[in-house]
């Protein structure tokens, strides 16, 4: 690796003075031992670097590898008696967090020098809480086995509401959305080795959570009658006129405005609706408006092209439509 | 009487209203289950009953008994070696074999299609197959598998660095290094 012993390190707090040592040591001496204990921090960075270029592009294994040598390199680094980037420690806990190393990322920080901490205080407090660790460290160290109890508590807490509301939206029943959440979970945990800390972990939760739905009410296709839910065949022909505009004149209030009692009866309505909903209409509702999916995205998911997906949005729109103004008008 | 440009501004779209009731539904979330809990339900199945496991893997050995024979002369005549199965219901296990159809490698990534011999009378629409070793009784992993139209089942699943390799060169006419425990997927 090419190396410079007076070129600082771009971004870190360098220092490669090499030091002089104690008298019983020759200045040649001691310019080696710094050389030396510069040169691995020079490597250890390089390492980390690589690690999260590796995690930007989504090659997890090439970048838990390149975490892990940086860590290696860190700690020999940091045993050696010469100058060193001041940020190294702090930086050699970051790269063992960014590989799921809670063990020495904790050790690293029990043992942060008073130097090595100036400056830096909020960074290392970062790592202290495992509740303000990136979702990346969370990941990699519930990837591994054992997973660290803490930062999966962590990681559970984190996404929890956001899981919890999909639920509920997809089984428009408080108990049942407390059951998929927490089957989700375990499928998740189930899994875990194969979870990727540089993705989209709330996208991969609630898809998980949907899928879990999907296979429930696909099973509830194959029980037929017996089935609890309402389940539409894709092949049913759908007729649209031109249909109205899909708002909610004179049924709705501004929901900015409402009163509790209100508020309660919407929600009650909405459950009721979607409730009422075919599994495919709801499904594409949520796919469609919550999470953001396009027409041909659905389509795609379904088999089907985007015009037909696009075709039962608005058939799941007017259905929706329809249902709520029913519900409104029954409840004025 | 609102105008109409007064109504365009307050009157939900049913995209506000989702997103509404998302929103309220968040904020309605019990308190997030404790992570040992979490990891206590998500431990597989065959570590949290071993002595139900035990039980099932003892059924194999009626499976050798019973369908000894059939599972070797099937193979004789040039199909595959039937894969020794048993169904694990509410205090009730039956033992039957399986046939592999189709066994394919993508990567790490296994797909499989077996039907059960004799067929019950009622199948599962859902199974959970756990795959057991053939040469100790170790569970290896399970996989969910689904009813096709057809009346095979079919699963995919990535499989463990360690089993991708192992099974890299496995054919569907080979002697399969697996057993199944299939337990119905609403029971799992």
Same mark, same amino acid.
């Given at each position: 690796m090419p190396h410079n012993p007076d070129v600082g390190v771009s971004g870190g707090v360098v220092d490669l003075r090499p030091t002089t040592g104690s008298?019983?040591?020759s200045d040649n001496e001691a310019y080696e031992l710094a050389r030396s204990g510069q040169v691995l921090a020079m490597r250890a960075l390089d390492l980390g670097e690589k690690g999260a270029s590796a995690r930007l592009v989504g090659e997890e294994s090439a970048a838990e590898r390149f975490f892990q040598d940086a860590v290696a390199v860190a700690l020999q680094a940091l045993h050696e008696p010469s100058a060193r980037p001041l940020d190294l420690q702090l930086r050699a806990a970051q790269w063992a967090l960014a590989c799921g190393d809670a063990v020495t990322a904790r050790h690293l920080l029990a043992e942060r020098s008073v130097e090595a901490g100036e400056g830096m205080a909020e960074s290392w407090a970062q790592i202290s809480d495992t509740d303000a660790w990136l979702d990346a460290w969370l990941i990699a160290t519930v990837r591994?086995?054992?997973?660290d109890e803490l930062a999966l508590n962590a990681l559970v807490r984190r996404y929890w509401k956001p899981l919890f509301s999909r639920c509920r939206m997809l089984t428009s029943n408080r108990e049942s959305a407390d059951d998929l959440a927490q089957d989700t979970w375990c499928r998740v945990l189930r899994g875990r080795?194969?979870?990727?800390?540089?993705?989209n972990f709330r996208a991969y939760l609630l898809m998980i959570a949907t899928n879990l739905w999907r296979d429930s009410k696909r099973s509830d296709l194959r029980a037929g009658s017996l089935a609890d839910g309402r389940v539409s065949s894709l092949d049913r022909e759908i007729t649209l006129g031109?249909?109205?505009?899909v708002t909610l004149a004179?049924?709705?209030?501004d929901l900015t405005q409402l009163e509790a009692a209100e508020r309660a009866s919407l929600k009650h309505d909405l459950d009721q609706a979607l409730e009422r909903l075919e599994t495919l209409w709801r499904d594409v509702l949520i796919a469609r408006?919550?999470?953001?999916?396009s027409c041909a995205e659905i389509g795609h998911r379904y088999g089907r092209t985007e015009q037909t997906a696009s075709g039962w949005v608005r058939r799941a729109l007017s259905e929706m439509k329809c249902c709520m103004e029913d519900l409104r008008r029954n409840a004025h | 009487m609102r105008t109409e440009a007064e109504i365009m501004k307050t009157e939900p779209t049913i995209e506000q209203l989702l997103r509404w009731r998302a929103a309220h539904a968040e904020a309605e979330a019990p308190p997030a289950p404790r992570a040992a809990l979490l990891l206590e339900l998500a431990r597989p199945w065959w570590q949290r009953c071993p002595e139900k496991f035990a039980v099932l893997v003892a059924g194999f050995d009626e499976i050798q008994a019973r369908f000894g024979h059939a599972m070797e002369t099937d193979a004789g005549r040039g199909g595959s070696f039937p894969v020794p199965a048993v169904i694990s219901r509410t205090n009730v296990e039956t033992s039957l074999l399986a046939d592999i159809l189709f066994l394919h490698f993508r990567g790490r990534t296994l797909r499989l299609r077996f039907q059960l011999? !004799?067929? @019950?009378?009622? !199948?599962? @629409?859902n199974l959970d197959v756990t795959f057991v070793a053939t040469d100790s009784p170790r569970a290896m992993f399970s996989a969910p598998a689904s009813l096709s139209p057809g009346g095979d089942y079919r699963l995919e699943i990535e499989l463990s660095i360690e089993v991708a390799q192992a099974w890299a060169?496995?054919?569907?006419t080979d002697r399969m290094p697996f057993r199944f425990v299939l337990r119905p997927a609403d029971e799992a």
């Open positions: 008298g019983a040591r591994r086995s054992p997973p080795d194969r979870l990727k800390p540089g993705g031109d249909g109205p505009a004179e049924i709705l209030p408006f919550l999470d953001g999916e | 011999q !004799p067929m @019950p009378e009622l !199948p599962e @629409p060169h496995l054919r569907v």
